[in-house]
């Protein structure tokens, strides 16, 4: 008991001048499908209250980044479709030199808004233990007081995706009633004579 009681002392001592070194983002640009938006830390800022602030909160960063506990981090990629992805690309001071760490989120993600950052970048004088984090709701919405989009646009990818979903009986189908249509338009126009000359025919004049 005295051993592990030890362990997780020497382990704290070992994390703290990583957490001490953690200062808050400094700026952030996020970019994607139709989107991209910078933000930055203005002076005398309350941070929390900042757009940046509340990015850098609902994203997960700080457990992503340095670790926290309780470990909010997931164990593995959620199950499902993510979507479409946005990148940010954090600018950290702190630690030495000026960092600039990336963070990957998906607001359309099946079952909720994530984020992923790249376990082993450089930070605070250490590396990023990375992972999955479930912002959910909370970053979904915060993204959207940005400007993304509730829903993604529709795209020629997702029209492929329509047409490849109805399979080739469906395509061969649609095809089909639009040749019908077409035959019936040439069909009705070959019917139609011009009716615009009132001219009677030759025998018939008075």
Request: glycine share 12%; proline share 10%.
């Amino acid at each position: 008991m005295i051993r592990l009681t030890l362990a997780a002392a020497v382990l704290a001592a070992l994390a703290l001048p990583t957490l001490a070194a953690a200062k808050e983002p400094t700026q952030a640009s996020i970019s994607g499908p139709g989107f991209h938006k910078a933000l930055s830390l203005q002076d005398g800022a309350d941070f929390s209250s900042t757009p940046i602030g509340r990015l850098t909160t609902d994203s997960g960063f700080f457990p992503s980044a340095v670790g926290q506990s309780p470990d909010p981090m997931l164990h593995a990629r959620p199950a499902g479709p993510l979507g479409l992805r946005y990148r940010i690309v954090w600018t950290v001071p702190g630690g030495g030199p000026t960092r600039r760490v990336t963070q990957d989120v998906y607001p359309y993600a099946h079952g909720g808004a994530l984020a992923y950052m790249r376990p082993g970048q450089t930070i605070y004088g250490a590396r990023t233990t990375g992972g999955w984090y479930p912002g959910g709701l909370a970053l979904k919405q915060t993204l959207m007081k940005l400007g993304l989009p509730k829903a993604p646009k529709p795209s020629a990818r997702t029209n492929y995706a329509l047409v490849a979903g109805l399979g080739i009986p469906g395509v061969l189908a649609a095809l089909g009633i639009a040749a019908l249509l077409a035959r019936r338009r040439a069909h009705r126009g070959q019917r139609s004579p011009s009716t615009s000359s009132t001219e009677l025919p030759a025998g018939s004049r008075t």
